[in-house]
């Protein structure tokens, strides 16, 4: 009984050197200390990330909330692009040049007469709310 108490003891002894020499090793602790460096550097970028993807979600609220919304841009290029299509339909319509440039012409001038009177709108509008916060 006894020397499978001193077995024990001896391998508790083995072990708890073993621990100490681990807990002693510099080359252990600095590879930890390397390790552990990066992940808080990961850690960190990916809060970054969040916390900047979350602004932006904040700020586009913001902004539809108090009615500003960013359609002016994506609208005008589809506006465009159809204008594009539409002209380079006509321009390659089995018609001759005269016929297609007289359509162009007319489909132009319809669309700068719309403009217009949609400005000339937009304007009255304007004036007569500037005359109504007046009053």
């Not at 391998?11 to 020499?21: Q, S």
């Not at 902004?63 to 002016?72: M, P, S």
């Amino acid at each position: 009984m006894r020397s499978q108490r001193h077995g024990t003891t001896r391998k508790w002894a083995r072990a708890a050197l073993k621990c100490g020499l681990l807990l002693t090793d510099t080359k252990l602790w600095t590879a930890i200390g390397e390790q552990v460096r990066d992940r808080v550097a990961e850690v960190g970028d990916e809060v970054q990330r969040r916390y900047e993807d979350t602004a932006d979600r904040l700020h586009e609220a913001h902004d539809a909330l108090h009615g500003r919304n960013h359609w002016l841009a994506p609208t005008a290029s589809f506006i465009g692009g159809i204008g594009l299509g539409v002209g380079l339909g006509v321009l390659l319509a089995p018609v001759s040049g005269e016929e297609a440039r007289a359509v162009v012409r007319d489909k132009v001038v319809d669309i700068k007469n719309k403009m217009r009177g949609a400005t000339v709108s937009a304007a009255g509008d304007i004036r007569a709310r500037t005359m109504e916060s007046r009053a």
